[in-house]
């Protein structure tokens, strides 16, 4: 007695996984990108807790987000354009950064080191264009 395989439902198995990457690749794609970044005090150790904002100018969206244990902070899906990044914790004196490009499926870094300081005090970094 002889068997043969059908190769049908192979085919059929094999349309359906190609379906679905191509599903799975168009959701993956993004109109966002992000700012990412770790807040160090000036030895470089790791501030966590501090609250970061990114501001767009332009249309004044905000996106907010606190650094992890490590310091370590994602402001992600963001609308492209030029962002306002700002961090605070207590203790520390607040940073200012401008003109922070964000592109379409990129990820902008910006490493901040906050001085010790009253909570009043603002330092501004313009960013180069």
Do not use: C, W
């Amino acid at each position: 007695m002889t068997h043969t395989l059908s190769t049908r439902p192979f085919f059929r198995l094999g349309t359906i996984l190609s379906a679905l990457s191509l599903v799975t690749a168009l959701m993956a794609q993004s109109d966002r990108g992000s700012i990412v970044g770790t807040v160090t005090d000036p030895s470089g150790a790791a501030i966590p807790g501090a609250a970061v904002q990114a501001r767009q100018g332009a249309t004044n969206f905000l996106r907010e987000a606190s650094s992890t244990e490590t310091g370590r902070f994602v402001i992600a899906e963001l609308p492209p354009g030029l962002y306002d990044l700002t961090v605070t914790k207590e203790g520390f004196t607040t940073y200012a950064q401008t003109g922070i490009t964000v592109a379409v499926g990129q990820a902008s870094t910006v490493d901040v080191t906050l001085k010790i300081g009253q909570l009043a005090q603002r330092i501004e970094v313009q960013a180069d264009a």
